[in-house]
């Protein structure tokens, strides 16, 4: 499992030792860990769509935008009720501002390790039952959360990918500002149930109803190009993930 952790701390020494003791953490449960650090919180904004982090640890008292007002930002703006919030703050008085931005914990300062170790469990356990989302951007510069077991396939354009997305059985199609290349490596991050049919699509395994020599066919019934280079590692992926999921 790989989890993205970010911390945003105007101490050095602070994200020094979250950092240390999230890594020791991830060693000790044979996690594969990300660990990003900002000083500020217009710093981790800037930068926020290409993180998209699983687990967000946020001082509370920062110069310009504290802690509590980037949460509700990544809460509203950007529509993200998955990533496990742990705020850190050196004073209690603070403690009672976490409940509208649904914060996992606070944590007070000095922190000690057992204590984040406990909360970085509490968090995994929340994230193995919560579906990955990643935000795209789409053509008219709208943030758009999708989870990534709705998304059916995408095609490549020359400017643009389309993403057709199965939503309250529904079927949805949104234009991103993003190559096909950089979506799939997206995807391979946050979930391995996609496989490159062709050079100009991705499908999403679990949409699968079965594979032609020619076509894919998922389970709206629609065909999606199957290329013969691609043809074995399409059904080896197909038969994998029917066997791992059956049941």
Not at 23 to 52: C, M, P
Not at 77 to 105: P, R
Not at 150 to 161: D, L, R
Request: glycine share 4%; hydrophobic share 40%.
């Amino acid at each position: 499992m790989e989890i993205k952790t970010a911390i945003c701390d105007d101490e050095p020494a602070e994200i020094n030792y979250l950092s240390l003791c999230i890594r020791k953490w991830a060693k000790n449960n044979g996690i594969s860990i990300t660990v990003l650090s900002f000083a500020n919180a217009e710093d981790f904004l800037t930068n926020y769509k290409n993180i998209n982090p699983d687990i967000l640890f946020l001082d509370i008292q920062m110069p310009g935008i504290n802690g509590v007002e980037l949460a509700e930002k990544i809460r509203a703006e950007y529509k993200n009720e998955t990533v496990q919030i742990i705020f850190v703050t050196g004073y209690a008085d603070y403690m009672s501002l976490g409940y509208e931005v649904s914060a996992l914990h606070y944590l007070m300062k000095p922190v000690k390790e057992d204590k984040l170790f406990e909360v970085l469990d509490r968090a995994l356990k929340k994230l193995n039952k919560i579906e990955k989302t990643v935000i795209f951007s789409s053509a008219d510069g709208e943030n758009i959360p999708v989870l990534t077991s709705g998304i059916m396939s995408v095609e490549s354009f020359a400017h643009y990918s389309e993403i057709v997305l199965s939503q309250n059985s529904k079927i949805m199609k949104i234009k991103v500002k993003m190559p096909l290349t950089e979506i799939e490596r997206v995807l391979g991050e946050l979930s391995g149930n996609f496989v490159r049919c062709h050079r100009s699509y991705i499908v999403g395994l679990k949409h699968i109803k079965k594979i032609t020599k020619t076509d894919v066919i998922l389970d709206n019934d629609a065909a999606v190009p199957l290329s013969r280079r691609l043809y074995d590692g399409v059904n080896q992926a197909v038969i994998k993930f029917f066997m791992e999921n059956r049941g």
